[in-house]
């Protein structure tokens, strides 16, 4: 992680992230963090862009936790949990099952972290956060 970070991954995301915190911005935020989530995989993405969207606010924090957290679902790299249960022998696993996991994935989570992203914005301004 330190060696991603120090070879300019850190400084590459932290250009990739807007700098407010209006609903637009922080669904950037979490499309960045979805983005980050599966190519890297959503621990080492959780760890690079906590720091770089803390200073922005709670909400920043809170779109980048639904990027990796929804958004790992996009791809069998995008979580741990999404390889385990690929490799689970006690499961049947039709053959095309990654075509299948990636079509849907790839349709339906981006949609989902947008909505999300939308709905915890809209609540964070309805409670003042």
Do not use: C, K, Q
Request: proline share 6%; aromatic share 2%; net charge neutral.
């Amino acid at each position: 992680m330190t060696a991603l970070a120090d070879r300019g991954g850190a400084a590459l995301l932290d250009r990739l992230l807007p700098a407010g915190a209006g609903v637009g911005s922080l669904v950037v935020v979490a499309l960045v963090a979805m983005l980050a989530a599966n190519l890297l995989n959503n621990l080492p993405a959780t760890l690079l862009l906590v720091p770089l969207a803390a200073p922005v606010g709670p909400e920043a924090v809170l779109a980048v936790l639904i990027g990796v957290g929804v958004g790992a679902s996009a791809t069998y790299a995008g979580s741990l949990a999404n390889l385990l249960w690929l490799r689970n022998p006690a499961l049947e696993h039709p053959r095309d099952v990654g075509r299948r996991f990636h079509a849907v994935g790839l349709l339906v989570t981006p949609v989902l972290v947008v909505v999300a992203t939308a709905v915890m914005a809209g609540t964070a301004a309805l409670v003042g956060a």
